[in-house]
């Protein structure tokens, strides 16, 4: 067991620097870096003293230096927990990614319970009561989820709350609640804010969910353990929730650990760009759009280590819930 | 005797149209596959014939709001022949924001089969037909059936038009992809060992990387001053490079049972070269799986290039495509004063649903040996 933990903690080190390495590269190729840009757009504002400043800041964020000098240093700079300095913010990325943990998390987590609490009995349902009425109306509607990109539903949302509602659901706050701390009142209008991406992670998410869950459940009712429990009598109720779905929901723990742990520090990035949700996925996707190299590196440094943290969380999960696996 | 004769036909029906009658049963897949074949021929084909204008001709009329094709005017007198009404400028007292509406006062009927801009029909035959238009020997007349974007373009035609790049993203990349991960999955599967090995590493490192973040990065690396068609194609790599992986390892996995077989060993001992078995031997017996598994990861590719392209890490103008499209829709402001132009998420949820249904009916047909 000893042994299985550290060969997957080493692979997954050499994991997270192999990712870190080929994002700096990736993120090496286009021509010119951020400073470049800015130049350029310093010069169309018409700033003389443009080359001076732009000479000022490659020494200062170290761009002078050749490709492998600057990683390394990054590198090593990382593992003291210094993640280094934002070009666009002009802050270290430390700082800007805390101050979006928080709402990140809150996001994903409740998004997690509400897809979770709604697919499972969903998911139950339909399998019990398979070929049923509800059953066939739980399938289209989760194939119609499956297929829905979670940015579409997003924008179609807005235009209903827009044009139909007359209402602003974009952002987590209206504008008085953005900076004041907490209180009754900023709470209940999270919540009014809350709904949307709720929704929307309803819709998308348990889609696939619903169906694997189903079947599960439907290979596991068939399983002569599930005939002899109701051989001794025991009531339906009992067989299934306690005996079935028991059995039936160990694979979703692996898609807990490979999908829903990662997007807590991702939170949808896209659909946060649509909302204008203040969590990390937009301040990446901004990042790799203006070549700003240490911030978008530690975002993939991290959502990497997500994932793989995620996978084996999932894995020692599975082997404490099934005894029938060994880890080896 | 007859019934003899009819019972053999049925049991020498071979794989494939087995395959096909079973799949012929599924309603929501054939619905599928033909809303799936009229988008391709509408968009890719004759989207120039369909369009009432080309691309980029502007016109006075910005952000107009969408020309309702009408049979009943404001008389209530019903004409055969179908009209719009005429785009007339309004300014909103309190926004002082300038809008177009339709005007009943003007009639303009629309002809069909009308001879306007010149375009080449599948880019080889010269023509100036369109399916629809009205007279412009008035300047002022117009047909813009779903509004017009800020620059006064038609939102039909940028549709039509963005159609084509799109779904050709779709089908291209996932071309690509089909060869990638087959002949590598192959590969992989029949030598084993170091091969397998590197191969099976590869994979595992590109499933460590985020999805959407890896495209975004590799797509923010393609040079900015590219040329559009370079841009276009590289784009199409990129998402067939990142997407190879879990096709690859389905093909792996299906090699590893077949090459124990019988019939493997019996083409080997014939002589068999390693290629010819497996190209010709190994890799045919994967083809319903993989084919069931494009179709459905058709939708994931052509919704990748419409999220990238929409962040403006994609296409770019002047290349249209429906990501693209949505750059100027998919703002608060845009829903709010010109929401027409949400008019391309209904023709990409389509697509997107269609893929899907004919995906899923395929994997049902696929195996026309099992139950139902």
């Known amino acids: 067991m000893v042994n299985y933990l550290l060969r997957r903690i080493g692979y997954a080190l050499i994991m997270v620097i192999l990712v870190s390495f080929v994002s700096f590269v990736v993120m090496e190729l286009p021509p010119g870096d951020y400073l470049t840009q800015k130049l350029e757009q310093l010069r169309a504002r018409g700033d003389r003293s443009a080359e001076n400043r732009i000479e000022e800041y490659r020494v200062r964020y170290g761009l002078d230096k050749p490709f492998m000098v600057r990683y390394i240093g990054w590198v090593t700079k990382f593992v003291k927990g210094d993640f280094g300095e934002s070009f666009e913010y002009e802050r270290p990325v430390k700082e800007l990614l805390g101050e979006r943990l928080t709402m990140t998390v809150i996001l994903a987590v409740a998004t997690l319970i509400v897809t979770w609490v709604i697919a499972i009995p969903l998911g139950v349902y339909s399998a019990v009561h398979q070929y049923s009425l509800g059953d066939q109306i739980i399938t289209v509607i989760s194939f119609i989820g499956l297929g829905m990109p979670g940015f579409l539903l997003a924008l179609i949302i807005l235009y209903i709350a827009i044009v139909f509602l007359n209402k602003e659901v974009v952002g987590l706050f209206s504008q008085q609640y953005v900076n004041a701390p907490w209180s009754w009142g900023r709470f209940v209008d999270l919540m009014n804010h809350l709904w949307v991406p709720a929704i929307i992670s309803a819709v998308t998410g348990t889609g696939g969910l619903v169906r694997i869950m189903r079947g599960n459940l439907l290979d596991t009712l068939g399983q002569p353990f599930v005939e002899a429990a109701r051989a001794r009598g025991l009531k339906n109720r009992t067989v299934v929730w306690k005996h079935a779905v028991r059995v039936a929901i160990n694979p979703l723990i692996v898609i807990l650990g490979s999908e829903a742990f990662p997007s807590i520090v991702t939170g949808n990035a896209l659909v946060s760009i649509v909302l204008n949700l203040p969590t990390i996925g937009p301040l990446f996707v901004d990042s790799l759009r203006k070549l700003d190299m240490y911030m978008a590196g530690t975002c993939i440094v991290f959502f990497t280590f997500m994932l793989l943290v995620g996978n084996l969380f999932a894995d020692l999960m599975l082997a404490w819930v099934d005894p029938r696996i060994r880890l080896d | 005797m007859a019934q003899a004769t009819e019972k053999r036909k049925h ?241 792996r996995g299906l090699i590893l049972s077949l090459r124990e077989r019988e019939y493997v060993l019996a083409a080997r001992s014939a002589g068999a070269s390693d290629s010819r078995l497996m190209f010709r031997h190994l890799l045919p017996g994967t083809m319903s799986h993989v084919i069931v598994i494009a179709t459905l990861s058709i939708p994931g590719m052509i919704l990748s290039e419409t999220a990238l392209s929409w962040l403006g890490l994609g296409l770019r103008p002047p290349l249209t495509s429906w990501g693209v499209l949505l750059q100027e829709a998919g703002t608060v402001y845009a829903i709010r004063y010109a929401p027409w132009l949400l008019w391309t998420v209904p023709f990409l949820l389509v697509t997107i649903l269609a893929y899907n249904m004919l995906g899923d009916g395929l994997r049902d047909a696929m195996d026309p040996y099992g139950g139902r």
């Not at chain 2, 790049?165 to 192959?186: A, E, P, R």
Request: hydrophobic share 45%; net charge positive; glycine share 8%.
């Open chain 2, 11 to 251: 049991v020498s029906q071979s794989y494939w149209s087995l395959v096909w009658w079973k799949f012929k049963k599924n309603k929501t897949a054939v619905a599928g596959g033909i809303i799936l074949l009229l988008f391709y021929i509408c968009f890719v084909g004759l989207a120039e014939f369909i369009a009432p204008y080309s691309l980029e001709r502007r016109s006075n009329y910005t952000e107009a709001r969408p020309q309702v094709i009408r049979f009943v005017d404001a008389q209530g007198r019903f004409h055969l022949r179908p009209f719009v009404y005429g785009l007339e400028k309004h300014i909103d007292q309190e926004t002082r924001k300038r809008t177009f509406k339709e005007e009943p006062s003007r009639i303009y009927p629309v002809y069909f089969f009308v001879r306007r801009e010149p375009y080449k029909l599948f880019g080889l035959f010269p023509t100036d037909i369109h399916l629809f238009g009205v007279d412009e020997s008035d300047p002022q007349a117009s047909i813009f059936i779903m509004g017009t974007d800020s620059n006064g373009r038609d939102y039909f035609s940028r549709i039509l038009y963005g159609g084509r790049l799109s779904l050709m993203i779709g089908l291209i990349g996932q071309f690509l992809t089909l060869i990638l991960g087959c002949v590598l999955g192959v590969i992989s599967g029949y030598y084993g060992g170091a091969t397998d090995m590197l191969v099976q590493r590869t994979t595992e490192f590109l499933n460590a990387f985020p999805d959407i973040p890896l495209f975004m990065a590799l797509a923010a690396a393609i040079p900015k001053h590219w040329s559009p068609v370079t841009v276009y194609f590289m784009l199409t790599i990129i998402l067939a490079f990142v997407r190879w992986g879990g096709l690859a390892r389905q093909v």
